[in-house]
Structure formats: structure tokens, C-alpha cells
């Protein structure tokens, strides 16, 4: 078991770094550069207009830190056919588990490190602690984070009824944390550290209980492909990721609009792509995903320039993602028996994605407009430079573009 663990997280590392390549190419991670420099000014003028005492203060801190409990899921490796083949090995499956966990609480733990080192002037400042307090919050956040660990560990039996309180999720997961970070932020570190040491003490141990009951094949599985399903769909932001197959879903509030194109044989590929890209779940997921946390980000930040740079980024961002949509029905055999030619698609597809981006445009206008109404330079800026990089990536780049991929698939 312990080579098969070591086998499958070797192949698992492998295949992130190349997908790690892809999404960090140079592009992006000068765009990350900008972004993160211009995300720790905003957070750094900001910590300036707060004071200690800043009543809705500890219910941030709570809720960043509940947040920050939650990332991070428990890592098996476990493949479908593990049900059939690693059936004989039940009972050595619980060493292979536990390799799993370590691994987990390792990555688990690095991310609670980087989070509380980010909260820790926000903390300061607004609640006045100690730096031994501090280390008390972080010792806090560990223990609660393996205690969220090794309950997921423990779902992975099959436990009794009496069993169901400690494997209840909801209640180690988001019940304890809540009242342990509460009275660490409002009453006593110490206090709230003592309770969640004992609290993960207390889950280790009770390991020993359940670990040689019969494990729950099914769910150990379904929690696995979750697991890398959610991995899968950050990757697919950035770049095609063939293990995430693509489903439809019928969207009838859509109908009003879609119901606008007019039947006739130039508009076939408008007909194709508006319906498909608005029924495919992966496809209008990955568009309203960016366009969410693009908002969620102009709405917390202000100043002149990086609105600005934040709008154009991930507009181009989002056009990029649609961009292979293109070829979506190239495997098609009657598309290519349509009485039209190849400019009515290119035609088509630029006049989707304008619709797209140009609304995403305005969203992300309102945004900036709401959070700098103050500010002209940043709404011009905002505005002409949509207008223009819309203009650009949709009927100078796009065309080249697709024009590179048609040589690439030849």
C-alpha cells in the first residue's frame, strides 16, 4: 500500500505541474503580478481607515477564517476500479488512508498559514492582539483543520448509527469552528485553543475505533472524483481539460432572448452557438464563474488604475475561454453539409461572443461606477477601454486566432 500511494501521488503531482505550466504562463502570471500588487495596496490603504474597536471587524476575521477551515479536502487517489481490484486489500487500506491524510493535512495546513499570515495586519489592527494571541489563532486554525480532515477520513467507513455525531459534517465542520473561532476573536485565545486541541485530540483517537470497520467503497470514490472534479474546473478557467465531460441543460428564462434569431441560413452558426453556449453546463459555468469573481473584485477595490486593468483582464480572460468554442462543431458530420460558408461562421461566432463580453462589459461598468462614482478618470478609463479592447480581441484577434488553431488541427 505503500508504494501504491506513492505510485499514484508521483502520477497526481505529474499531472498538476503540466497543468500548472499552462495555466501559469508568462501572460498570466504578469497579469497575477499586477493583480496581487495592486490587491495588497488596495488592502493596505484601507487597513489605514480602520481602528480597533470597528464593530463588524471580528465578524470578518470569523468568517475569512470559517472560510479558510473549509479549504482543502481529503486526497485518496482512489480510482473506480479500486471497487473491484483493491476489494482483497480492505484491510491494508487503512495504512494507504492514512498516508492520504498526512499528505492532505500538509497542503491543508500550508493554506491556513498563508491565509492567517494575510489576516494578521487586519487582525492587529482592528482587534489590538499580541503576537502570542496570534500564534494561539493559528494553532487554532490547525487543530480545527484537522479535525475537518480526519472527519472526512472517518466518512469513508461504514459507521454505525451511534457513530453518525462524530462523522456529522456539519456539525465538526461548521458548528464547532464557528463557536470555537467566535470565542477565540471575542473572548479568549487561550481558551479557544485548548478547546480545539482537544477537540482534534479527541477525533485522532478515535480513530482507533472505526478504522478497522468496512470501508465505504462507494462514497470514498464519489468524494475522490468531487474532489478532482473541482481541481479539474479550476484548470479548465485556463485551459482545456479533457477529463471533465460536458453536460446540457435545457434554460427556458433564456428563451425570450434566444427566440430573437431568425431562422434563416446565414444565421445557422448564430443558431448553434448562442443555444449551445448558453445549454452547456461547463461552457456558460466557466463565462458567469469569471464574470462573478471579476465583479466580486472591482466591488472591493478602488483607485484609479487597477479598476481599470481588473476590467480589461478579465474580459480578456473570459474571451479567451470562449474562443475554442469555435471548432465546437467541426466533429459534427451535418454541419458540414449546410448550404453556407465558413464567413457566415466566423461571423456568427464574433457576433456571440460581442453580445458576451459587451454585457460582462457593463456589469463590470456598474461595478466601477458604484464602488468610484467620485472618480471620472477611472469611469472614462473604464469604459473607452472595454469599448476598445472588446473592438480589438473580437475582430483582430479572435480571427487570427482561430486562423492558427485551423492550421494546428490540419
Not at 506513492?6 to 505541474?17: A, D, S, Y
Not at 488596495?42 to 474597536?53: E, I, M, T, V, W
Not at 463588524?56 to 475569512?64: R, S
Not at 458530420?333 to 453580445?355: C, D, E, G
Amino acid at each position: 500500500m505503500k508504494q501504491l500511494f506513492k505510485r499514484r501521488l508521483v502520477n497526481h503531482l505529474i499531472e498538476m505541474m503540466k497543468y500548472l505550466r499552462l495555466v501559469f504562463n508568462d501572460y498570466f502570471v504578469l497579469a497575477l503580478l499586477f493583480m496581487i500588487g495592486g490587491l495588497g495596496y488596495a488592502y493596505s490603504n484601507a487597513l489605514k481607515q480602520l481602528h480597533a474597536g470597528t464593530w463588524w471587524a471580528p465578524l470578518v476575521i470569523v468568517g475569512v477564517l470559517l472560510i479558510s477551515v473549509q479549504l482543502g479536502r481529503l486526497a485518496t487517489f482512489v480510482k473506480d476500479p479500486d471497487y473491484v481490484f483493491l476489494l482483497p486489500k480492505e484491510s491494508e487500506m487503512a495504512d494507504y488512508l492514512r498516508r492520504g491524510f498526512n499528505y492532505s493535512l500538509i497542503l491543508a495546513g500550508l493554506i491556513q498559514v498563508l491565509i492567517w499570515f494575510v489576516m494578521l495586519p487586519f487582525v492587529q489592527v482592528t482587534t489590538k492582539v499580541s503576537g502570542l494571541e496570534l500564534l494561539m489563532l493559528l494553532g487554532t486554525m490547525l487543530c480545527l483543520k484537522t479535525t475537518w480532515l480526519n472527519v472526512d477520513f472517518a466518512r469513508k467507513y461504514r459507521l454505525k448509527q451511534t457513530w453518525l455525531l462524530r462523522g456529522n459534517r456539519l456539525l465538526w465542520r461548521l458548528i464547532v469552528p464557528v463557536l470555537i473561532l467566535g470565542n477565540a476573536i471575542y473572548f479568549s485565545y487561550l481558551v479557544s485553543l485548548l478547546a480545539a486541541v482537544l477537540v482534534a485530540l479527541d477525533s485522532l483517537l478515535s480513530r482507533r475505533s472505526w478504522v478497522n470497520r468496512p470501508l465505504d467503497w462507494q462514497t470514498m470514490i464519489a468524494d475522490e472524483n468531487s474532489r478532482m472534479h473541482t481541481v479539474y474546473q479550476f484548470f479548465n478557467l485556463f485551459t482545456d481539460v479533457p477529463s471533465i465531460a460536458g453536460s446540457v441543460k435545457r434554460r427556458r428564462y433564456l428563451d425570450g432572448l434566444l427566440g430573437q434569431i431568425k431562422l434563416i441560413p446565414k444565421n445557422t452558426y448564430l443558431y448553434l452557438y448562442s443555444h449551445s453556449i448558453a445549454r452547456d453546463n461547463e461552457m456558460s459555468g466557466l463565462y458567469v464563474r469569471l464574470m462573478v469573481i471579476g465583479t466580486v473584485f472591482l466591488v472591493f477595490i478602488k483607485g484609479e488604475a487597477l479598476p481599470i486593468i481588473l476590467c480589461l483582464l478579465f474580459l480578456y480572460l473570459i474571451g479567451f475561454q470562449m474562443i475554442p468554442f469555435y471548432f465546437h462543431f467541426d466533429d459534427n458530420a451535418f454541419v458540414h453539409i449546410y448550404p453556407i460558408t465558413n464567413q457566415f461562421q466566423m461571423k456568427s461566432f464574433q457576433r456571440v461572443l460581442f453580445l458576451m463580453l459587451s454585457s460582462v462589459a457593463v456589469v463590470f461598468g456598474i461595478a466601477v461606477i458604484a464602488v468610484n462614482f467620485d472618480n471620472v478618470v477611472t469611469i472614462a478609463g473604464v469604459i473607452i477601454g472595454e469599448a476598445l479592447e472588446i473592438w480589438a480581441f473580437i475582430w483582430l484577434y479572435v480571427p487570427r486566432r482561430i486562423l492558427r488553431g485551423e492550421r494546428n488541427r490540419d
